[in-house]
């Protein structure tokens, strides 16, 4: 059974930090480029940030750059999200997706498959 699986979430203080994981079963992410999304409430799912399949080429909108970092390893079958110096406005669910091309997209409609999600709130 394919399958992708985010944790790591939760509740964290503005200026903390968090990883969230993507670990994959059923498929090997070797051949997949990965993106992070998220969903605030009451606002359409947004790209953050992806990885192309070799992990050379990433890409993070403005809001994040400098303060998220997204990596893998294939040997783990795992995607990562560090997220550092949160903002309330970070707040959301997050979901990673895989995508067989090569370099990875921001569009959501390049993917092929998708987690269930993971809450993030950042909150004092």
Do not use: H
């Amino acid at each position: 059974q394919v399958q992708l699986v985010e944790s790591g979430g939760g509740l964290v203080q503005p200026g903390g930090s968090l990883r969230l994981s993507c670990a994959a079963s059923g498929f090997s992410l070797d051949y997949y480029s990965i993106g992070w999304f998220r969903q605030a409430p009451g606002k359409e799912r947004e790209g953050v940030s992806c990885i192309s399949r070799s992990g050379m080429a990433t890409y993070n909108v403005d809001l994040v750059k400098g303060r998220f970092t997204i990596s893998r390893d294939n040997a783990k079958n795992t995607v990562y999200l560090r997220m550092n110096s949160l903002k309330p406005e970070d707040t959301a669910v997050y979901y990673c997706a895989a995508d067989s091309a090569y370099l990875c997209s921001q569009s959501s409609s390049s993917y092929d498959y998708w987690g269930q999600g993971t809450q993030v709130t950042v909150s004092s």
